[in-house]
């Protein structure tokens, strides 16, 4: 990981950062000395994220909550203003992901990734400006492919994450009078998460995705924290409604044939 950010005196907050991606932003930001603060549903994972935080030296808070409750993302925040001051960075990242058939999904399972991805983000983003640091504030949405590729038996990921890059581009744009920053970081096929564990979870499907990014590597979750601590950075002081891939170029058409291959795979084709 790249060694020259340095976000002493910032306060952070990861919205889903108590494991796989989230988790290992947060532990970027915290190493690079940012004061972090963490939410998720399970307080056990909180627990458990709070304690490995604070192994870097900085101060860490965690909050239990729902993402699709509102008020209480609104009351988190308000506790992380008034504990730490200002928030300089936001990452959301809560998901809600699992494959099926368009025919396979329920319609409260089509409901719930889009309850968590899509009204998820636009609770995080709406119940954190009057609490962001302005001018000033980063806002970073962890979006995915499915947003703008569309992938066999991902049709409620697909309508939901679009959504979430629609909502970055209309945040940049009424908030940057504020001094707001908002971009999207899409992670391509990241090793050892819990996402790449549903979409492949077969030693087949795994060597699927590996073959369908051009560059034959799966991703780490440090490449994604790497992009949205530049993007929190000076260094992107300009950069604001971008929506970036960060995946080896899996979405420049690996990502189809991966979906296509799994679809194969699940029906016994393959």
Known sequence: MASSFDFTGKNVFVAGGTSGINLGIAHAFARAGATVSVASRSPEKVTAAVEALQAHGG??????????????????????????????????????????????????????????????TFHVLRAAFPYLTK?????????????????????????????????????????????????????????????????????????????????????TVDNIADACLWLASPMASYVSGVILPVDGGWSLGGASSLGRGLAELMSGKK
Request: proline share 8%; glycine share 10%.
């Open 135 to 219: 001018p000033g504030a980063c806002l970073v949405n962890i979006s995915a492919p499915q947003a703008f590729l569309p992938m066999e038996f991902q049709m409620h990921v697909c309508a939901a994450k679009a959504g979430v890059d629609m909502i970055t581009r209309v945040a940049a744009l009424e908030w940057g009078p504020a001094g707001v920053r908002v971009n999207s970081v899409v992670p391509g096929p990241i090793d050892n998460t819990e996402g790449m564990r549903r979409l492949a979870p077969t030693p087949a499907a795994n060597q699927l995705a590996i073959d369908s990014v051009p560059l034959k590597t799966l991703g």
């Open 59 to 120: 101060k860490v808070v965690g909050h239990a909550l729902d993402v699709r409750e509102y008020a209480a993302v609104e009351q988190a925040f308000k506790a992380t203003q008034a504990t730490f001051g200002s928030i300089d960075v936001l990452i959301s990242g809560a998901a809600g992901n699992f494959p099926a058939p368009a025919l396979g999904i329920s319609p409260n399972g089509f409901k719930s990734v889009v309850d968590i991805d899509l009204m998820g």
